[in-house]
């Protein structure tokens, strides 16, 4: 069975400290692996990917994320948060498997000045 | 830059009545989605389309919810009854096949009373 685990359901930081948000995950074949976006009453919006290669991936906003097999872990990262990365942050993963994208339950993430 | 459109945004009902939903998927993307995201967790696949043909619909509750890709372009998900349970964000996503990036559309939330 596959899974996606997002270890803290909310994290508060202040305005520009470092952040990472935790995801682990549980899958029997190889797996791509996504971060998504999440603002107040709209969709969500790609931040990074891992798809083969490289296992620092950078994204938008700033964020980057490190894919480790063997922790089986794909946690996000950002040196310096502002106010507007107040969101909520889904991980998720994809495997030719089951041919769809599985969410984890989501962090939420709350910047304070 | 090309976006999947979903309306309503916002939907009240009540419990025991028909609601619809619409999705407008990014002009030439083949596969498209729906999902339900509960308050506090993530995203769930209620429908997967190829084309006009259902490829997966297997966490669907057939017995109250349909869905409908007929030109394979936009498509309508539908709840008859409405239940209680059924609040939560709709939303609907695009992608040119099963193995490419999924766009989402902003969603709507549905309240059920």
């Known amino acids: 069975a596959q899974s996606v685990t997002q270890l803290d359901s909310q994290v508060p930081v202040f305005e520009e400290a470092p952040v990472e948000l935790r995801c682990n995950y549980s899958?029997?074949?190889?797996?791509?692996l996504f971060w998504y976006v999440q603002y107040p009453n709209q969709g969500l919006q790609l931040l990074l990917k891992?798809?083969?290669?490289?296992?620092l991936v950078k994204g938008i906003n700033g964020f980057e994320a490190e894919f480790n097999k063997s922790q089986t872990s794909f946690h996000l990262r950002k040196p310096s948060v502002h106010i507007s990365d107040t969101a909520e942050y889904f991980c998720a993963l994809f495997s030719g498997g089951y041919n769809k994208l599985i969410f984890g339950a989501g962090t939420r993430l709350a910047v304070h000045p | 830059e090309a976006e999947v459109a979903q309306s309503p945004r916002y939907k009240i009902t009540e419990k025991s009545q028909a609601v619809a939903f619409w999705c407008d998927p990014i002009s030439g993307h083949a596969t498209l989605y729906w999902y339900r995201q509960i308050l506090g967790q993530g995203p769930e696949l209620l429908v997967q389309?190829?084309?006009?043909?259902?490829?997966?619909d297997s966490q669907l509750p057939k017995d109250r919810f349909s869905a409908e890709r007929l030109k394979g372009v936009d498509s309508t998900l539908k709840i008859q009854p409405a239940e209680l349970g059924d609040s939560a964000m709709y939303l609907c996503a695009s992608s040119q096949g099963t193995f490419y990036e999924q766009y989402f559309g902003p969603g709507t939330r549905l309240t059920v009373t």
């Open positions: 389309f190829q084309d006009e043909s259902v490829v997966d």
């Open positions: 899958s029997s074949v190889s797996v791509y």
């Open positions: 891992y798809l083969s290669g490289s296992t």
